[in-house]
């Protein structure tokens, strides 16, 4: 893994210039960098999909009655 992240550092991709693809979505061509869905689907696809950020609470974590503790961690010197 080490060696793809060395030549994917090692290209510009601010230099590529856009190509003209089509849009995996709604099929329209369009001049992007990129393959990918267009940003008129993009912006459809965040509107429909994104969440808002919320806070969970969670039960703390209270073992079953079945398990024991471990008999080395309980040792007493």
């Not at 995996?24 to 008129?40: H, K, L, M, N």
């Amino acid at each position: 893994m080490l060696g793809v992240m060395a030549i994917l550092d090692s290209v510009d991709l601010d230099g590529l210039a856009p190509q003209d693809v089509a849009c995996p979505i709604c099929g329209a061509s369009v001049a992007q960098r990129f393959y990918g869905p267009c940003p008129e689907c993009r912006t459809g696809l965040r509107d429909r999909l994104a969440g808002e950020a919320r806070d969970v609470e969670q039960a703390e974590y209270v073992p079953k009655m079945n398990v024991t503790p471990n008999a080395v961690a309980v040792k007493d010197d």
